[in-house]
């Protein structure tokens, strides 16, 4: 499975970003998927997830109510709406995916990473 993550940039605090991930190699159909970030000397950490055979999703505490994780089956994409940024949620995102039936937050529990993409909210 290769990822390609895209839609990262620069915006005010208060603003949005759309990220995407597309998949090529194989669909999402039997994965989660899942977004995480890691900002300079930080661990990469837990966003979202996507469960894409029954739909269930599940978000960190600091992204509740301003993120939307979504899928677009035809297109084998998933998005990350993120909405009224802060500067703490400067970081790089990354899209992973793993053969799991469960919502895993676990970084570790990915077995595909995307590239990343960079977000930067500005005070």
């Known amino acids: 499975v290769q990822l390609q993550a895209s839609g990262g940039g620069l915006v005010q605090a208060g603003g949005s970003l759309r990220l995407s991930c597309a998949a090529s190699?194989?669909?999402?159909?039997?994965?989660?998927t899942g977004w995480f970030r890691q900002a300079p000397g930080k661990e990469r950490e837990f966003v979202a997830v996507l469960n894409w055979s029954y739909g269930t999703t599940s978000y960190a505490d600091s992204v509740k109510g301003r993120f939307t994780i979504s899928r677009d089956n035809a297109k084998n994409t998933v998005y990350l709406q993120m909405n009224s940024l802060k500067p703490e949620d400067t970081a790089v995102y990354y899209c992973?995916?793993?053969?799991?039936?469960?919502?895993?937050?676990?970084?570790?529990?990915?077995?595909?990473w995307g590239q990343g993409t960079q977000v930067t909210v500005s005070s």
């Open positions: 992973a995916a793993a053969s799991l039936y469960y919502t895993a937050t676990d970084p570790g529990k990915y077995d595909y």
């Open positions: 190699g194989h669909t999402f159909s039997r994965y989660v």
